[in-house]
Nanobody, 126 residues
């Protein structure tokens, strides 16, 4: 069983930065993957980014490439999402998700993740 606890959301002006954290407890070996998804009111849950725990290989959604960076600290069992040059359209609830085994084609599919955090609100507004 994996438990995820997110933190780091808040209100930021356009062009600003935020860093989200996701602490994972439980098994993180093997093909463990941590992903970030977001959901704005009235919209579907959208893939943001993911990282393979063992290799550090990263994946990004098209809308955040070049602005967001995912990373992980294996010692602290924590994944990070550094968000730069934030835009109003980045406003959403951001969720950390994890799965013990995901093939590459499933990385961006929220339905394939078994474990979810509670979500943290990110609001980009002047």
């Amino acid at each position: 069983q994996v438990q995820l606890v997110e933190s780091g959301g808040g209100l930021v002006q356009p062009g600003g930065s935020l860093r989200l954290s996701c602490v994972a407890s439980g098994p993180t070996s093997g093909r463990f993957v941590v992903g970030w998804f977001r959901q704005a009111p009235g919209k579907e849950r959208e893939f943001v980014s993911a990282i393979r725990w063992s290799s550090g290989h990263t994946y990004y959604g098209d809308s955040v490439k070049g602005r967001f960076t995912i990373s992980r600290d294996k010692v602290k069992n924590t994944a990070f999402l550094q968000m730069n040059n934030l835009k109003p359209e980045d406003t959403a609830v951001y969720y950390c998700a994890a799965d013990l085994y995901l093939i590459q084609s499933s990385i961006g599919n929220f339905a394939q993740y078994d474990y979810w955090g509670q979500g943290t609100q990110v609001t980009v507004s002047s």
